[in-house]
């Protein structure tokens, strides 16, 4: 037996007809101790008010979820920029998970673009 504890995350996914402050509030009220924030397709929330909604709530941030990954092969970084830019937002709301979901491409082309931006997320 694994001596790790299993945390249930609500998805904010869960609402999409909620602003993400309502979803993160729907989730509390559930019962959830985590949620996963869709930070996808949509402009970056503030961070601040984020955080603070996370807090004021007393809920972990589990992960959040980036949308589509291209997996071609030679993508230019800057092709990767939103799901670096969500990770990023992430790592700076103590965020330790980061779900992506293969995009276009091969299993060769996903391992290099998520290379691409582990490197880049070293060094901001």
Known sequence: LSSHAMRLACSSRSFPQDRLDLAITKAVWAGYSAVELDLSGEKLPDEEKLGQKLRASEIA???????????????PVEELAEVGRVAALSRRLDGALVVVEAGEGDLAGLAHNLGQLDRAMGET
């Not at 941030?61 to 993508?75: E, F, I, K, N, S």
């Open 61 to 75: 941030l589990a992960a959040v979820y980036a949308g589509a990954l291209t997996a071609r092969a030679g993508t």
